[in-house]
């Protein structure tokens, strides 16, 4: 079937980017066409997985612009582009506003200033996956209604696959599926198709030799369409090594209940981390997220253990929001416990000898206060290190999780696609993690995967409204 429509704007995803940034347009009177892949009404994609709580890397939307542009700019790094930082900054807090108007509920789950504002209801403090009826996927119903009942066309099933164009302009977006090929003409077009972690190819080229040994810790919905598309029209692509993810145990790719929490971070970041030869080969110091992107990089991605004692499996083991301890024992996960690291090493078949050196360099090394002398340093600032001295110790299986990737298509601070000498493409946008150019960088920085959303969301469908007119 081949059909011909036109639009002044079509967005291609409907997470929480795309559908923000169609609602917005319709608001403001344009004619907006939505393609999503996913067929069911409650099609599945990370923003309706998501934990649902609306941050700037980990401090309150609210706060103003100018320490949000600090927090941005510390978060990243100094990685992230001044531009889209400012811009993230500047409008984090109409973003949350301008949600509640659109019937968004916000809960405030605790008085940490990243706890201020949690989609309502918010998730239960249980592992595994469980986004039905939270705050998330009311909100991404709210926002397809609201944009229906102002005209929109929000249609499931439509798979972009190419983009139009006309003289270096974008004039629409092909879709395909089992009907045919379907044409939108536009004169503008949003790609907020949510990063393409879900494409082993680009995951290989980009990320990790063994996309196969990462794990998914997401819908896996985004496949880098959006980049491939852009691409094919010139676009300019930011590094693209990095992404957002958390240390998850190996048997996540077995066990649905260990996934996407809890996360492990706090048992490898506070004890540490080994591969199985027993060496240290990663500054655990620096973070989950950053220790996730380390384990994905090695040959074997699945070769990574942390190892702790009982004062971190009693302790930071339990202060996460969803914490391993109890959660993760009670999932099923796998969690071997000795009285003593040799007993420890028989379990884990890592030689005993060389873990023994390795955790007893690393508990004098603490002791004195001279982390810096061991390779790899520890760093000490972020996250305060303990001593792996209180039996009985512990040992568990670590895989990476790759929640998004931080890399994408080059933008400025509207969500104009820019080439690579910075010129934008005539009416292409993109908005979302399917762009970069803010997170990422060699500290993997993260600032928030849904404020990212609504703020380019509402930033693009306002040029685009602002152009218009
Ligand atoms: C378990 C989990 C917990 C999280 N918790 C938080 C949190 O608490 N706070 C936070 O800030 N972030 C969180 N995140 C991250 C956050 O959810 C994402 O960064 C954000 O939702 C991304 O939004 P998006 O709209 O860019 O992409 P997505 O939500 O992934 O949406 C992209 C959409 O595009 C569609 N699509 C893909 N290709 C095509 C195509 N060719 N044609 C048409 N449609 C296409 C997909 O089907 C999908 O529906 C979490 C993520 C996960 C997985």
Redesign the pocket.
């Known amino acids: 079937m081949n059909e011909s429509n036109d639009f002044d704007v079509v967005v291609?995803?409907?997470?929480?980017?795309?559908?923000t940034a169609a609602s917005r347009a319709a608001e403001q009177g344009l004619r907006v066409a939505l393609?999503?892949?996913?067929t069911d009404e409650r099609?599945?994609?990370?923003?309706?997985?998501?934990?649902?709580?609306?941050?700037l890397a980990f401090h309150n939307v609210k706060e103003p612009p100018e320490a949000l542009f600090e927090v941005i700019k510390d978060a990243t790094a100094g990685n992230a582009d001044p531009a889209l930082a400012r811009a993230l900054a500047t409008t984090s807090g109409r973003a949350v506003d301008w949600l509640q108007q659109q019937g968004a509920k916000f809960i405030r789950v605790g008085n940490i200033v990243w706890q201020q504002w949690v989609l309502a209801p918010p998730r239960p403090i249980t592992p595994g996956?469980d986004w039905r009826g939270r705050g998330?996927d009311l909100t991404l119903r709210t926002l397809a209604a609201n944009l229906e009942k102002r005209g929109g066309k929000m249609l499931r099933n439509?798979?972009?696959?190419a983009l139009m164009q006309q003289a270096g302009r974008c004039t629409g977006v092909e879709?395909t599926n089992a009907e045919g090929v379907h044409h939108f003409k536009a004169r503008a077009v949003i790609l907020?198709?949510?990063?393409f972690q879900g494409n082993a190819e680009l995951v290989r080229q980009h990320i990790s030799a063994a996309p196969e040994k990462l794990k998914q810790?997401?819908?896996g919905?985004?496949?880098g369409?959006?980049l491939r598309m852009a691409q094919a029209l010139g676009a300019h692509v930011t590094e693209a090594k990095y992404f957002?993810g958390h240390m998850l145990s190996r048997d996540a790719f077995t066990n649905d209940k260990v996934w996407?929490?809890p996360q492990l971070d706090e048992l490898g970041t506070v004890g540490i981390v080994v591969n199985t030869a027993g060496e240290r080969f990663v500054d655990e110091g620096l973070g989950g997220v950053y220790v996730a992107n380390v384990i994905a990089k090695l040959e074997n991605p699945l070769a990574a253990w942390a190892i702790f004692d009982e004062a971190i499996w009693e302790g930071p083991g339990r202060t996460a929001r969803i914490p391993a301890n109890p959660n993760y024992a009670k999932a099923g996960g796998t969690i071997l416990k000795a009285n003593s690291f040799q007993e420890l090493a028989v379990q884990t078949g890592i030689p005993a000898e060389r873990l023994e050196l390795t955790i007893g360099a690393y508990n004098a090394a603490l002791s004195a206060a001279r982390l810096d002398t061991l390779n790899p340093p520890r760093t000490s600032t972020k996250l305060q290190p303990l001593p792996l001295s209180k039996p009985p110790y512990y040992a568990v299986p670590l895989c990476a999780g790759i929640?998004?990737t931080f890399g994408g298509i080059a933008t400025d601070e509207h969500g104009r696609v820019r080439r690579p000498g910075g010129a934008p493409i005539d009416g292409l946008y993109a908005?979302?993690?399917?762009t970069g150019g803010l997170e990422g960088g060699t500290g993997c920085g993260y600032v928030?995967?849904?404020?990212?959303?609504v703020v380019f969301g509402l930033r693009a469908a306002e040029q685009i409204a602002q152009e218009r007119r």
């Open positions: 291609v995803g409907g997470g929480i980017a795309g559908l393609l999503e892949r996913g099609y599945l994609c990370n923003s309706r997985y998501s934990g649902g709580v609306i941050h996956l998330p439509m798979p972009a696959t879709a907020a198709d949510g990063g810790r997401g819908a919905t985004g496949v369409d959006g957002y996407p929490y929640t998004y908005i979302g993690v399917t928030g995967g849904l404020i990212r959303g």
